[in-house]
């Protein structure tokens, strides 16, 4: 073992003894020893990421902790050191956020220390230990204590109903998921006769059932469509480092996976490529539009996860169809595209959390109907949720654009290549739903800044609020700063993919594509700002007064609100958000002097109206007939065991 190895263990070690530490402690545990006990693990798993980009080696633990089928095995190449760099990216902004948050939090959410920190601890280590896994068994080991620890967290807030909900749902998430992987693997191995990643084919025909499997159970875990139903309930419940957490890295561990499957193996599945690009088709218009319809800002934030899981899923198809025919243009854009928007949204996703999290510690609300006019209480956050808008919406100079364009480029190759009939139809197919995702997003996060920010203040609280504690400010400084780095040296990173897949024309065909345009676009970002700069610079703030329609003296409640921004919108796709809206007027002439006017809207998921609920009645159903077996007799429950054990003996004897 080198000394890339060592730098891992010694962050799994430093993170293991600070949730043993938290855990005997308990309630007395400082926020901040706990805090940087997180950020001394990232550094050296930061330093062991970068140094270990270029090599590939693999150690296993000590065999005690042998599984039995397998070792407890770790494997460290460019595609792992790539994803547990962006792991310890955000783990160390969030810690250093996590104790003023806490204790805004603890008194009046039940938020505590004695559970929340051991946890986390445990959280950011099954994730790294789930990247650097080397084989299926130890994928699985970290794969459960990462559900565990997050389940966790997200009931942190356990005496509101919401979060149990949320914690319910999450856990039902997870428990198919591990099922689908479990199976998956066993079929791998039968298949494959090994237990490792690099001896499973997922291209092979063989393979397709347990290929497809693994992919179900990794699509459940990103949030992708349909199993995406976790997601809107989790992630705004977590308190707001754990959402960060989540957003920015759990789901990417998913991609990730999928990654080291279908792109590590022999050979490429078309069935498979065919699948990621349309589930991520549709969950990218599916997640946008339910998050441009929110009220909740933290709900808004995780449907927009699961747009953006959809554009990451959505490259993964692109690049499976060049491996498929052959074109390594196609792959290299595709591959460059979905870990460039991994590394992209992770960053600016936790940056909106963290900023969702301090606008609802100085608020104690993220409902839209009651925000609005925090520009002058909260100009830090302001300008760091506006530089996560500005990423997520894909609008140059930052991060967001680069990974859209690098996606926009792989699918014109696979539109204009010889793909046959369904790629290149796809590919349209694709691109068409590829800008009105874009413009859909623009109007999403335009609204969410509006609403949270500009505007006159609907609440009274907004003239006592001031801006959040400067350890919260910090992280989202530094975030924001991430964003802005990570666009101007995205021809570096893109390069840097290179050694991530070593396939041929990665460089050159990705970064000859990304050079132009980018610097473009920074110079005329740059001559429009210094043209508002001498132009505006000068001129003197002048206030007027609104047209008020006749009315005179309008309140604050009579500015836009959620439903008018998104009526237009939510009309136009009333099939799909099941768009209702109730108009109540009346007076003695309600035409021209209305006395009571009251306006509702409604919308609906079909997907858990009409799928997902009579799925739940008919489990709840099967569950109180099979209750009727605890019947509390001893003499019953041995009996089960006896039939258990005589069925088991005939299985292994016939079998």
Known sequence: MNEVGNLFICAFWILLVSAFFSALVGRKTPSWTASLGLVA???????GAIIGFDKYLSFSAPEPFYLGLAPVAFNVDPLACFFVFLLCLIVVPVAVYAPAYLEQHKSSEGLSGRTFWPSLSIFVLSMGGVILAANSLTFLLFFELMSVSSAILVASDIKALRAARAVIVYLGATRVAVVCLAVGFILFYLQCGDWSFSAIKAGDPACLPAAVLVLAGLAIKAGLWPFHIWLPYAHPEAPAPVSALMSGVMVKVAIYAMIRLFFGSEGASLPVAVILVVLGGVSALWGVLF??????????????????????????????????????????????????????????????????????????TRDLHRLSGLKNAMPFTMVC???????????????????????????????????????????????????????????????????????????????????????????????????????????????SIEKVESVSGLASAAT?????????????????????????????????????????ALSERMQIADESFVQPVASLFRPV??????????????????????????????????????????VEYLSAHLARLQAGSIHLYLLYVLVTLVFLLLLGVYL
């Open 385 to 495: 949720f506006l530089t996560g808008a500005i990423a997520i919406s894909a609008l140059p100079p930052l991060n967001g654009f680069v990974g859209k364009w690098l996606l926009y480029q792989g699918l014109l190759q696979v539109a204009l290549g010889d793909g046959g009939v369904v790629a290149p139809a796809l590919a349209l197919a694709a691109i068409g739903v590829l800008a009105l995702v874009g413009g859909l997003a623009l109007a999403c996060f335009s609204k969410a800044f509006f609403l949270v920010f500009l505007g006159r203040p609907r609440n009274r609280a907004v003239a006592r609020a001031r801006e959040c504690k400067t350890s919260m400010i910090f992280g989202q400084i530094f975030l924001a700063l991430a964003c802005l780095v990570c666009a101007v040296g995205s021809s570096f990173i893109v390069k």
């Open 291 to 364: 998050a441009l319809v929110q009220i909740d800002l933290k709900r808004l934030l995780a449907y927009s996860t699961v747009e953006n899981v959809g554009l990451i899923a959505l490259s993964l198809g692109v690049a499976l169809f060049g491996k498929v025919f052959g074109s390594e243009a196609v792959t290299a854009f595709g591959f460059a595209a979905a870990l460039y928007h991994c590394l992209g949204h992770g960053i600016f996703k936790s940056l909106l959390f963290l900023c969702a999290g301090a606008v609802d510690s100085v608020m104690h």
């Open 577 to 618: 958000l099941v768009y209702k809206l109730a108009q109540k007027i009346e007076g003695r002439d309600r035409r021209h002097f209305p006395e009571v006017v009251s306006v509702e809207t409604s919308m609906q998921s079909h997907l858990e109206s009409r799928f997902y609920l009579p799925i739940i009645h008919l």
């Open 512 to 552: 000859a594509g990304l050079d132009v345009p980018l610097i473009i676009c920074i110079l005329a970002s740059a001559c429009i700002f210094i043209y508002m700069m001498i132009t505006l610079g000068g001129r003197k703030v002048r206030n007027y007064s609104t047209w008020e329609c006749g009315y005179g």
């Open 41 to 47: 693990a990232a550094f050296p798993g930061m330093a």
